[in-house]
């Protein structure tokens, strides 16, 4: 199969691409700029961009299969012209479709592709384990973490895991029609994070409650618009049930058990020393 891999630099994006390659598939990678997408050896890149659909023909020419994002790579705006990307896509001959998706409801794109003739899956992940990241710098220097809600839950997913269930949708059957929500293992609380964080890492680390102005404002320096932060603020303040609540998602889909929190932190010990 020839797939196309939209976001092919992300968080799920690129263990994509390296899972649709490690199992013999032709893989094209969408990205605005293939001088520095860096991608791994074997995947094609491809000069494009979701949020301009004449820009797709070429990317889509010839592929079975794509995977798409819902929002704009280039400031993560959602996406409103989906009705163009799904015309593009049938026009081109794609016959599947894997979804990701990325908020409470559904997106323009997420309406125009079930509306639509194509073979298509949705992939909800909840909260994806490397954003922990955040809090890299702070631990790196300080040894302390500063966030809000310590007591909010998360059953917080390995991002190879979303791209792991994303690639099975792609490459076999079984999946249309399906809406997969993807979580890891545990559910944890943020406080939670913090003490297995320091549990790997094999020092204290300690958390620094911010109220929720303080984190708010954060937010707002760190660029995030007014519908990021009311988003960030939905799934924080007061977690909705479906992202605190372990699924089966992954070893049904997959085969095998979702990954821990623990190994997502052994895999990632580098980036907090």
Known sequence: MTILVTGATGNVGRPLVERLLAAGHRVRALTRDP?????????????????????LAAAFEGVTAAHLITFDGADYS?????PAIVAAAVEAGVRRVTVLQGGLSRSPLEEAVAASDLEWTFVGPVEFMSNVLEWAGSVKEEGVVRDGFPEARSAMVHDADIAAVAAAALTSGGHAGREYVVTGPEVFTT????????????REIRFVELSREQITAEWRRQGYSEEDVAFFLAVRADTPEVGRTVR???EQVTGRPPRTFRQWIEENAAAFS
């Not at 991608?39 to 890149?45: K, N, Q, T, V, W």
């Not at 406080?191 to 094999?202: M, P, Y």
């Open 191 to 202: 406080a939670d994070k913090v003490r297995v964080l320091g549990e790997v890492l094999g």
């Open 35 to 55: 001088a520095r997408a860096n991608l791994p050896e074997g995947a094609r890149a491809v000069a494009g961009n979701l949020a301009d659909a004449g820009s």
């Open 248 to 250: 089966p998602t992954v």
């Open 78 to 82: 959602p996406l409103a012209n989906g």
